[in-house]
């Protein structure tokens, strides 16, 4: 009786294990000739140029100091670190042998022309919305690259994560493959910038929350998450800052990187906009600005404006004439010359710290890694430098955030401020 019982769990174990392994396999598809630069319209190219601008490839496909597309990159996740792989048309090394076919299926599947599955941290989820012409202009701009022998390096996930067919399951449970489907009761400004969003430029790779096994949160599209040691603000409706993100501001962020009223990008978000969105038409500039107007609600906040200018304004004056609260004093002798407001509101490029998100977020941590670092000049507006305040004490910094934060807006103080500078630190090694 008892064998029979084994008998029959091994029978379903195997049989289980068998169709699993049916679920996961995926064919080869055969290599071709690396087909000739030559071969493609010049059109095809330049749109696949500004596609691949607008999905950063660059920024995960080269390595530090490495040929651009050569991969090499690491990125670091909870399950270990994860490397890019070379998507130069090298036929040895990268996507030469890759036909039109394997790279349709690399990008809207994430399988690998071996039939390998691709892990996540190859944004296929979002990759899988694009049109098959957008695919394809992507493949000519990749196949008229200079071809870079450069194999790729072994990932650091441990067994058995690193058993690629694994990732069938992860598919069954998370991915849902498809190309955009526009939504008719919309205008086609937003359809636009929804489809861009959505798909080549992923942005919620880095601003909706993920689930324990790494996949994106289903209904908390953009709802803010960590990414990098830094917070990639919500996007949605939560958004903290009391200055609604309207289309002008969204349009001047993603083509400048530089909004008057919010700030600048800064930390993961300044390569998105730099080496990012920024290379797209104006049309889809204000296709994506329509989007998250949208999502985050700014048509429906009519007046907001200019009641965050208000209250902003009155703040300021906490920071003029003599002080008799110590980290008032603080402020105003570090940060004060620069962050004020003249007359007519935020002075352009220095902004307000009432309305800026990094004072507005429930969590500090990029408002403390602003004062360490200060904004890079190639991060931040041209001409002009948020400096570094690494050579502050920890309890210097824990001051000033927590001052901000009391006196900037009307959110529940920051707990353990002293501690997260110490952390911020030992992370990075920014000594005082
Ligand atoms: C967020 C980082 C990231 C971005 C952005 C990104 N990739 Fe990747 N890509 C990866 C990683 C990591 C892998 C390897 C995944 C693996 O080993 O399973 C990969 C794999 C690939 C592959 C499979 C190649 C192979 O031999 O394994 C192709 C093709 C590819 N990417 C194309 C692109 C294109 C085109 C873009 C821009 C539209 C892009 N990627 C943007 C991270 C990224
Ligand atoms: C690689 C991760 C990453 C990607 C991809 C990304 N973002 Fe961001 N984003 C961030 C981070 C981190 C910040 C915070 C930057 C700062 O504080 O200066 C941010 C900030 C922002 C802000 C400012 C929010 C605020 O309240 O201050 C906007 C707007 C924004 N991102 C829009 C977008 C859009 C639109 C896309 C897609 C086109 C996108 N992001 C893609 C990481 C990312
Ligand atoms: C010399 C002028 C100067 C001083 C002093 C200065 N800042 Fe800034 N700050 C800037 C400028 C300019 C920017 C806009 C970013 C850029 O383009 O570099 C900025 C940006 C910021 C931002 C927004 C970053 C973002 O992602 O949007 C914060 C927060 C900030 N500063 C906080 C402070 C604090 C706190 C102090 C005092 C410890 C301080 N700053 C001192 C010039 C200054």
Redesign the pocket.
């Known amino acids: 009786m008892r064998k029979r019982v084994i008998i029959g769990l091994l029978v379903a174990v195997v049989l289980g294990l068998a169709g699993f392994g049916a679920l996961a396999w995926r064919p080869a598809i055969a290599r071709v000739e690396t087909p000739a630069p030559s071969s493609f319209a010049p059109a095809l190219v330049a749109r696949g140029q500004a ?2 601008g ?4 660059a ?3 080269t390595a530090k100091g490495g040929e651009p597309f050569a ?1 090499g ?1 690491a ?1 670091e996740t909870q399950f270990g670190t ?6 130069t048309p090298d036929p040895k090394t ?2 030469g042998a ?1 036909s039109p076919q394997a ?1 349709r299926r ?2 809207h599947e ?1 399988v ?2 071996d039939g ?4 996540p ?4 989820n979002h ?1 899988t919305k694009l049109t098959d012409d957008d695919v394809d202009a ?1 493949y000519a701009y ?1 196949m008229t690259r200079p071809a870079i022998e450069a194999p ?1 390096r072994r ?1 650091g996930i441990p067994f058995p994560l690193n058993i ?1 067919a694994l ?1 069938a399951g992860w598919k069954l449970l998370f991915f849902r493959p498809g190309r955009f489907e526009a939504d008719a009761t919309r205008s086609a400004d937003w359809n636009r910038g929804a489809y861009l969003a959505q798909g ?1 430029s ?1 942005c919620g ?1 880095c601003h909706t929350p993920r689930n324990l096994l790494g996949a994106e949160k289903r209904g908390q599209a953009y709802a803010g998450a960590p990414i990098d040691r830094w917070f990639a603000p919500p996007l949605n409706r939560a958004n903290p800052s009391p200055a609604p993100w309207d289309q002008a501001e969204l349009t001047a962020y993603l083509r400048t990187g530089v909004s008057r009223y919010h700030g600048v990008a800064a930390g993961p978000m300044a390569p998105v906009v730099h080496d990012g969105v920024s290379q797209l038409p104006d049309a889809d500039i204000r296709a994506l600005a329509v989007y998250f107007a949208e999502q985050g609600g700014a048509t429906s906040r009519d007046g907001e404006l200019e009641a965050a200018l208000r209250r902003a304004a009155v703040a300021n004056r906490l920071n003029v004439g003599r002080q008799s609260d110590p980290s008032a004093r603080l402020y105003t002798a570090a940060c004060a010359s620069c962050h004020y407001n003249g007359q007519g509101g935020p002075a352009p490029l220095r902004p307000d710290l009432a309305l800026n998100s990094a004072v507005n977020l429930d969590d500090p941590t990029n408002l403390l890694r602003v004062i360490l670092h200060g904004v890079a000049a190639k991060e931040g507006a041209p001409g002009v430098v948020m400096p570094a305040f690494g050579h502050f004490s920890d309890a210097e910094i824990a001051r000033l955030a927590a001052y901000l934060r009391a006196t900037r807006t009307d959110k529940a103080a920051w707990p353990n401020l002293e501690k997260k500078v110490a952390a911020i630190r030992e992370e990075e090694k920014v000594t005082p």
């Open positions: 596609l691949a607008a999905g950063y490839c920024s995960c496909h991969g990159y990125m994860i490397y890019s792989t070379n998507i990268g996507i890759w790279f690399a990008m994430g690998r022309r390998a599955h691709l892990l941290a190859f944004p296929y990759f992507l990749m790729s990932n690629r990732q080549v992923h790779a």
